[in-house]
Structures are given as C-alpha cells and as structure tokens.
C-alpha cells in the first residue's frame, strides 16, 4: 500500500552506522586523532539499560544492527527488564480491509502508522480484547476458536473452547493478564434467547484460568427484559459488561451495566441486582479498563431521537456513581464526516482511541491531560464507498510471551 511503513523491514543498520563512532581534534581543529567505537567500549549490562530505553519499533530496528545488539534485544534478560524501563503508551491497530485482516497500528509516542501482520485471526470481524501486551482473539461464526497472542513478538497460543458450549445469539469477550505472575483469565459472556420468548435470554459466564488450562461456567441465569451483547471487560477482578434492553416495559435507557466478581465467582445473588444505569440515554456504549477504573465511551442519545447521536461522551465509575471526564468538541465531532451511532473504541493507560466504521480517520483522548487530538493520517485511503474500518488498541510489549504454538 502507498505510506506503508514497517518497523521489520526498516534497515537501520545504514542509519546507525554513520554514529557508531566519535572523533577527538587536535588543537589546530583539522587533525582526526583518534577514532573510538561506542560500541566496543560500553558492557553488556550498560548497553542492554540504554537499549531498553528506546521506543519499542526502535528496539526492533536495533536488532538487525549487529550480532551483539540483535542478541541482547532477544535475551529473555533483556524482555524481563523491559518493563520497568519506561512506560510504552497503547498502540491502536487498524484493520483496513473488510475481507481480510490486514493493517497498521498507530504508534502515538513517534505518531508513525506501522504495516504489521497479526498471527492467528483471519477476519477483521473477529472478537478482541486486549490486557498488558496480550490479545485475545475468537471467531465471529462458529465462535469456538480462541487464541492468545503477543502481536509483537508474534507469539501465539490456541485456546481449547469451553466444553458443552453451544452457539450463541451473542457473545462478549475479556481478558485480564496479571502484571506480577502473568497469568491471564478470560472470560466469555454468552447470550441466547428463549425459544418463542423475545424478552428473556438466557446468559452464561465462562472463565479461563491459564495456570489450571481450564474453563469454568461460573454463572448462568435468565433476563427477562434484558439480554447481553459484545461489551465486556476485566477491571481489578470484577466483570463489567452492558447488557441491552428487549423492549419490555420500556426502560428509561436502552442499555445497563451489570457486574460479576470473578476472584469469589459470585455475583451476590441474581446478576440484575448488581444493575448500574448508564450515566445518560445511550446510542451505543465501549467499555475499557483504564488503570483498573471501568471508562465507557457513548454515544449521546438526542433528547427527543435518544436512537441519533449528537455527541460522544467518556465517563469512568466511581463505585456505583458515573463521573464525566470529557465530552468530544464539536469540531472534532464533525470531522469524522458521516457519522452513524455506532463507532469503535478502545483504550488503556491514560489514552483512548475512538474510531468511525465508516473511515480511517482515528481520533486519540488524552485522559490525564484532557486533550482531544488526531493522530497522523493513516497510510491507507478508502476504496470504495461502503467499505467500514475497525480496531483495537493493545500494549506492546516484549516481556507477554507465551507457547509458540506448533
């Protein structure tokens, strides 16, 4: 594609070449004594610090620059160290095709787009979610195939799908990786609707615990005027995921938020009890895990159509109480052209990316400074008028390996 941009097959080793040495002059200033290589005079261990504190395309542009350096940038020392060096601000990932899952991702510290392959999804369509370096993805039709993969060091692994499983109407993905053990559970909310009764849905919980290797179905339950969707997420133990009215009784808000304890795997009685209204009527609704605090980012519903969007807002849960940390301005609002009432978004750390289906236009939110800004134009145009785009954001980070699958 024109702009593409890899850091794989980026040849920095031309480019450091020309700094791996310093001259000392004479005092006449035009007399070359001596010629030193920093790289022979440096050890291992004061190399491997000042490696670590490169930006992570950086450290992979570094590896093709000699032996040694390729070495310490692929020790497991080295991986390990890694994450204590600096923070490395999420990435946003792009899927630029509606057939085949094929993209960029945004990298917001050098704002450079990236041509990067995914290792095991096939479709652009799948679900994701995203927790310290690791992605999960699961197939959007049969929904019974499920990986874990590290996307920049493209390792990968397969995850069996839970037993006795039937198919869903729908089905919400999550995952929470430990930043001490690295130990990971998912979570997989499925809903299904009674047969002849459009009002109530049976919903289930299944968790994976990746120390056991094993599925657990820790909570099952019928909801009468309610059902589940695509929106969950892990925050500090607990499962948030919306659940969507079926139009019975005609609630003030179409959606909900309900929670379960995954550390007790309980939910203190019936998940409806645990219902929190969303802060205000809702187009649609993105759940992410910012430093462990629930963030929804929604759609604002107008007052008299609550079904058009006249706005976006971002929100983070204080226990039970929705505080407001921004609301989109409407210059930026309308710079995302035709604009439906869904859209996608995601985030970690203190930054969230929100993105319409409808381009690649991607639109960053600094929540600890309360900035809106877009980021570098994405390398790739649209091709034709129909075509939708989709992302997610994820941590890169070398230290989340996993098995290399067969």
Request: with cysteine; hydrophobic share 35%.
């Amino acid at each position: 594609m024109d702009g593409e941009t890899s850091w794989i097959n980026y040849d920095m080793a031309r480019e450091i070449a020309e700094f791996d040495s310093f001259s000392e002059l004479s005092d006449d200033g035009n007399k070359e004594v001596s010629a030193i290589s920093v790289d022979l005079i440096l050890p291992d261990d004061l190399l491997e610090r000042i490696l670590a504190y490169l930006p992570i395309a950086s450290i992979f542009r570094a590896g093709s620059v000699c032996k040694r350096w390729y070495e310490i940038v692929s020790s497991k020392r080295f991986r390990r160290n890694f994450s204590h060096a600096i923070s490395h601000k999420p990435w946003y990932f792009m899927f630029t095709s509606s057939d085949e899952p094929i993209g960029y991702a945004y990298d917001p510290i050098l704002k450079k787009w990236y041509s990067i392959e995914l290792p095991c999804i096939r479709r652009p369509n799948w679900f994701t979610a995203s927790s310290c370096g690791l992605v999960c993805f699961m197939d959007n039709d049969s929904r019974s195939e499920l990986y874990v993969c590290n996307p920049v060091t493209k390792d990968f692994k397969k995850i069996d799908e839970p037993s006795g499983l039937k198919f869903s109407d729908y089905s919400a993905l999550s995952i929470s990786v430990s930043r001490t053990s690295r130990n990971y559970t998912i979570s997989i909310v499925k809903s299904k609707q009674v047969p002849g009764n459009f009002f109530q849905w049976d919903l289930s919980i299944h968790v994976y615990d990746s120390e056991t290797m094993m599925w657990v179905t820790s909570m099952t339950e019928v909801l009468t005027g309610w059902r589940g969707g695509d929106e969950s997420v892990i925050c500090d133990g607990i499962l948030y995921f919306l659940i969507y009215s079926t139009g019975g009784g005609i609630p003030e808000n179409r959606h909900g938020l309900v929670t379960y304890n995954l550390s007790s795997r309980s939910s203190h009685g019936l998940l409806i009890s645990s219902f929190i209204p969303v802060p205000c009527p809702l187009t649609c609704g993105r759940l992410m895990n910012l430093k462990e605090k629930l963030v929804i980012v929604g759609g604002i519903g107008k007052p008299d159509r609550p079904d058009i969007i006249k706005g976006i807002g971002v929100w983070v849960l204080n226990g039970k109480v929705w505080h407001e940390i921004g609301r989109m301005p409407h210059k930026f609002f309308q710079g995302f052209g035709e604009f439906d009432d869904v859209f996608a978004s995601s985030g970690t750390d203190d930054l969230i990316y929100i993105q319409s289906y409808g381009g690649p236009t991607l639109l960053v939110f600094d929540m600890h400074h309360r900035q809106w800004k877009w980021s570098q134009k994405c390398p790739v145009t649209k091709r034709f008028p129909l075509q939708l785009f989709t992302g997610f954001c994820f941590e890169p980070r070398l230290e989340s390996r996993l098995e290399i699958a067969p």
